[in-house]
């Protein structure tokens, strides 16, 4: 079970520097200058990829926790 759980906290670092990668594409989309429109498709790309980030997280928590609980 120990490759539940290195293999889970490797999906969870995934996540998070998803998450990381997220903040700083929108503050650039934020720094650019862009009018309203233009912002906000920029954004909704981001949020897409900020809920994945979150969704792969957490699946990689659950593998680190699973594997916890079995070994």
Known sequence: MT???WGGAAVTVA???GLL???LL???ARQAGL???A???R???VVTLNLASLALSGLGLM???VGLFLS
Do not use: E
């Open 3 to 5: 490759y539940v759980v």
């Open 15 to 17: 996540g998070v520097l």
């Open 21 to 23: 990668a997220c903040a």
């Open 26 to 28: 929108a503050m650039r």
């Open 35 to 37: 009018d309203d429109a």
């Open 39 to 41: 912002l906000r498709a």
């Open 43 to 45: 954004l909704q790309r």
């Open 63 to 65: 593998a680190v926790v």
